[in-house]
T-cell receptor, first 111, second 113 residues
Framework: GDSVTQMEGPVTLSEEAFLTINCTYT??????LFWYVQYPGEGLQLLLK?????DKGSNKGFEATYRKETTSFHLEKGSVQVSDSAVYFC??????????FGAGTTVTVRA | NAGVTQTPKFQVLKTGQSMTLQCAQD?????MYWYRQDPGMGLRLIYY???????DKGEVPNGYNVSRLNKREFSLRLESAAPSQTSVYFC????????????FGDGTRLSIL
């Protein structure tokens, strides 16, 4: 079945460091790919998405590119801030509503 | 603030008790969802409602029932709670064009003893 594998955390960084969270997927067909972010004590928020190969999703300084050849959708940010401390979830959708989530990666940014 | 509102935020139940988790959204979204979040497993879909009056099972529907009372409200009921249902429950919504959940509530932390 469809599944997502993302790098295990926790990840701890200093402010202004470069962040990469790896995500790879297994799916039949051509799924849409998503990154969600969950700040402490809150629900998830959609961070960015890409719906076809080579699309780049971007939001709040984060980017991820849909790579069909490597079945990947890695999340990157060039200079993180303390406010980026959160849990990040990679997800895919092969049909209209069903999302398959990765286990989540906890990111802590220290001042 | 506009968004998805869940009640209660915390609840402790004894095995065999029943309860209903409430969810309401004020964004006029057609689709609503119930997920559970367990450590190391991401979120798993319990039930989904594409519109008022319709519901569909997700990945883990056993032990749960739902009601789409109107366009705003989507409730989740545990008829006979079991310790395996200890989890954090999230309600979410999306508009017809999105297809996937856009907005999540802050969650209900449920413990079954």
């Amino acid at each position: 079945g469809d599944s997502v594998t993302q790098m295990e955390g926790p990840v701890t960084l200093s402010e202004e460091a470069f962040l990469t969270i790896n995500c790879t997927y297994t799916a039949t067909g051509y799924p849409s790919l998503f990154w969600y972010v969950q700040y402490p004590g809150e629900g998830l928020q959609l961070l960015l998405k890409a719906t076809k190969a080579d699309d780049k999703g971007s939001n709040k300084g984060f980017e991820a590119t849909y790579r069909k050849e490597t079945t990947s959708f890695h999340l990157e940010k060039g200079s993180v801030q303390v406010s980026d401390s959160a849990v990040y979830f990679c997800a895919l959708s092969a049909n209209d509503y069903k999302l398959s989530f990765g286990a989540g990666t906890t990111v802590t940014v220290r001042a | 603030n506009a968004g998805v509102t869940q009640t209660p935020k915390f609840q402790v139940l004894k095995t065999g008790q029943s309860m209903t988790l409430q969810c309401a959204q004020d964004m006029n979204h057609n689709s609503m969802y119930w997920y559970r979040q367990d450590p190391g497993m991401g979120l798993r879909l319990i039930y989904y409602s594409a519109s008022e009056g319709t519901t569909d099972k997700g990945e883990v529907p056993n032990g749960y029932n739902v009601s789409r009372l109107n366009k705003r409200e989507f409730s989740l009921r545990l008829e006979s709670a079991a310790p395996s249902q200890t989890s954090v429950y999230f309600c979410a919504s999306s508009d017809a064009q999105a297809g996937q959940p856009q907005h999540f509530g802050d969650g209900t932390r449920l413990s079954i003893l």
